[in-house]
Every structure is written in structure tokens, then in C-alpha cells.
């Protein structure tokens, strides 16, 4: 990942990039500590309730990191190989359609692009 990274339009730098590695890695495998990261119980009339902490907010930012690392990596695999890109460019209207502003600039070309045309 740090090298998919350094290789990147916009590159993260490496302790950006191992920080964002671990958050991911944290929340897209239940672990202990995310679990009571989740939730907190409050005593309300002599029950306890259980009450979120982590609002949906908090869902969506983590989903938009995975989704741009696994498009960035696609994008790569895609371009390097020559593949056709009709599927890749209806997977970009199914992105943006449900994370709007996540292509700021719109997809730019990959290493292995050929921008000579």
C-alpha cells in the first residue's frame, strides 16, 4: 500500500499513509477496541441503555477510504494491463452517483496511460 502510494497523483506522506493504513485496517476488521469504540452504555432509570458514538458520519469517511484505495489500485491493474475500459468507466458513474465529490478532479490518467493522443 505505501508503495501504491508513493506512486499516486497526490501522494500521502509516509506516516500519513501508515496512520490511514491502520485506521482502515481497524475498522474493516471487528476488533475489541473499535467494538467499545462503537458504543457506550448509559444507566437511564436503572437500565442500561447502549448509545452510539460513532455517527454515520464517521461510516461514510472510512467507506470513501476503501472504496478510493481499492479504485486507485483497480485503476493501475486496469491501465497496466490495457484492458477495455467500458465497465471501469460505468464503475466510476456508480462511484460518483453514491459518493458524489470523491473524484475531485475527475479520474486522471494512470502510470501506464498512454496520454501521447
Avoid at 5 to 23: C, K
Wanted: include cysteine; proline fraction near 7%; charge should be negative.
Amino acid at each position: 500500500m505505501l508503495h501504491l502510494n508513493r506512486v499516486a497523483t497526490r501522494p500521502l506522506s509516509d506516516e500519513q499513509m501508515t496512520g490511514t493504513y491502520g485506521l482502515l485496517s481497524s475498522h474493516v476488521h471487528p476488533t475489541t477496541q473499535i467494538i467499545r469504540e462503537l458504543f457506550v452504555v448509559d444507566e437511564i432509570d436503572g437500565q442500561r441503555i447502549p448509545r452510539l458514538t460513532i455517527d454515520i458520519g464517521f461510516h461514510h469517511h472510512v467507506a470513501k477510504m476503501a472504496v478510493i484505495c481499492f479504485y486507485n489500485a483497480l485503476t493501475h491493474v486496469i491501465n497496466y494491463h490495457g484492458w477495455a475500459p467500458a465497465a471501469y468507466l460505468e464503475l466510476n458513474d456508480d462511484i460518483d452517483a453514491l459518493l458524489p465529490g470523491v473524484f475531485v478532479g475527475g479520474p486522471s490518467p494512470g502510470p501506464f496511460d498512454d496520454t501521447s493522443t
